[in-house]
């Protein structure tokens, strides 16, 4: 089975932060892939900007070994790497001062199409490049912008960072990505709600138990370190990644796959969101930090080692237990976790139906044990639904809990694309479906916020885990005080 592709119109492609990791690890090889599956009309350009005195053909070279390094063998060739790096441009420019804007306005000035200026840059430059992107005179009616998070480090420098693009463009023209929204299996779970007749009846209060969302990361801080201790595990994943997989999760059906209208509900759940604050927060919430302990490679070093700084109270871990307020979901907890150093990577969503009501079966044949659906987001992307069997054979009636498994590169038998792929082509379409609109940042964040104040007024109740294991042991106290128990992920 092969995917349709429906190329876009010509566009020109601005990365500020060219020469950076993001782009050299996933900006660049996902465009590579775009061109060399024919989603790109001609004459499409992709015009790399940062401080590095580099000319074009330097900035090719760096373009190629990015394209060799992060692209698969198999998904190489020769000819179309060389047409890929040949539509790159690199001008050296300075976002603090007016050095090279010249020349960037040079190579835009002539150009009346769509026009895409990608942020691939801390966000304290944000406000600072859209601010000389207007005075440059390069923002058109087809001109997007697109930043990456972190958005804020709280509610009032998320406003702040919004208000300072917001006066440049317009929210139609602001893309904020996350890319978790673009993976297959995310865009697979609004298929699977609302294209099927099976799940929608059963996914409220009266048939689901309650829903796990884990996004677990092997890795330590690799070269993270100055970002992530100042950002920690909430900041990182929670605010974004995982309040917006449960907001896909439990949101109301839109009235058409429409950007305001799905954003819509997804905001609807996050204004339902049960506050946690004060004491709530010791009860509700785990953090954690790993140390020392061992992964698939051997024997790694505890945060606080890889640090450098033996007084870090930030965490690598969260856990918490989170409650919507409204018809559809009073009563089903849903369980949030994400961390580093842990046993595996590995992201999913879990969606635990209540068991039946009876068995009429006798007790030989073994317990009823309670559907279950999982959505794995990564490594493996693909859906298992566990539903109870007979087990085959003329020995009576003896049940089983077995998982209809669909595994997407088994079933497609395609490449899945990266979910920076999709979400590029979607900003030069114009369509802001899986993109956060402002108000959807800033109810995040309002929750957020409480949690984080908690913490801040207890600084000593931060959790140690072993690396390799999964997580603190009071994440576990979390779930299992309820008679719950987390998924075996692996």
């Keep these: 089975m092969t995917s349709t592709i429906i190329p876009v119109d010509p566009f020109d492609f601005v990365i500020f932060g060219g020469t950076g990791d993001l782009a050299e690890r996933k900006l660049l090889p996902a465009l590579y892939h775009r061109q060399m599956d024919g989603q790109f009309s001609e004459p499409s ?3 790399a900007v940062s401080r590095a005195a580099l000319d074009d053909a330097a900035y090719r070279d760096f373009a190629r070994k990015a394209v060799i390094r992060h692209v698969a063998v198999k998904e190489r060739d020769e000819a179309q790497i060389e047409r890929f790096v040949n539509r790159l441009t690199y001008i050296a420019l300075d976002a603090h001062t007016d050095n090279g804007w010249n020349e960037l306005t040079a190579a835009l000035k002539h150009k009346h199409g769509i026009r895409a200026f990608y942020l691939a840059v801390g966000p304290s430059l944000f406000g600072e490049i859209a601010g000389r992107i207007q005075r440059y005179g390069l923002v058109t009616p087809q001109t997007r912008i697109i930043v990456e998070k972190p958005i804020g480090r709280d509610l009032a420098s998320a406003r702040a960072l919004n208000d300072a693009i917001g006066d440049v463009f317009d929210e139609t023209q602001i893309f904020r990505i996350d890319h978790y929204l673009g993976k297959e299996t995310v865009q697979n779970l609004m298929a699977l709600r609302f294209a099927n007749a099976l799940y929608e009846p059963l996914w409220n209060s009266a048939h689901v138990d309650h829903v796990q969302i884990t996004v677990a990361e092997s890795v330590g801080l690799e070269d993270r370190a100055g970002y992530y201790d100042k950002a ?21 059906a839109p009235s058409m796959m ?14 339902a969101l049960r506050p946690i ?3 709530d927060a010791s009860r509700l919430t785990v953090r954690g930090q790993y140390r020392a302990g061992a992964s698939a490679g051997g024997a790694v070093p505890g945060y606080l080692d890889e640090l450098g700084n033996a007084g870090s109270t930030t965490e690598t871990f969260v856990a918490l237990k989170a409650e919507i307020s409204n018809w559809r979901w009073a009563g089903v ?9 842990l046993a595996a990577r590995v992201s999913e969503i879990v969606i635990q139906f209540k068991p039946i009501p009876h068995s009429i079966f006798e007790p ?33 009636m003896r049940l089983r809990h077995v998982p209809l498994d669909m595994s997407f590169a088994e079933a497609f038998g395609v490449r899945s694309p990266d979910a920076y792929e999709r979400l590029i082509m979607d900003v030069v379409r114009g369509n802001q479906t899986l993109f956060m609109r402002r108000d959807e ?11 984080l104040e908690a913490w801040e007024t207890r600084p000593t109740e931060i959790q140690r885990y072993t690396a390799g294991t ?17 998924h075996e992920s692996v």
């Design 45 to 47: 350009r992709i015009i």
């Design 232 to 252: 920690g595990a909430m900041r990182d994943m929670v605010q974004n990644h995982l309040i917006q997989l449960l907001c896909l999760m439990a949101m109301e």
């Design 258 to 271: 429409d950007a305001h209208a799905v954003r819509d509900e997804k905001l609807k759940v996050l204004r």
């Design 277 to 279: 604050t004060g004491e």
């Design 333 to 341: 907890p849903f369980y949030l976790r994400t961390g580093k150093r």
């Design 364 to 396: 030989a044949a073994g317990p009823c044990i309670a559907n279950q659906l999982v959505i794995r987001l990564q490594p493996d992307e693909g859906v298992k639904q566990w539903i109870m069997i007979k087990d085959p054979g003329p020995g009576g």
């Design 441 to 451: 940042v800033e109810a995040a964040w309002q929750w957020i916020d409480p949690i």
């Design 470 to 486: 999964w997580g603190p042991s009071a994440a576990i106290g979390l779930i299992e005080r309820d008679g719950r128990t987390w």
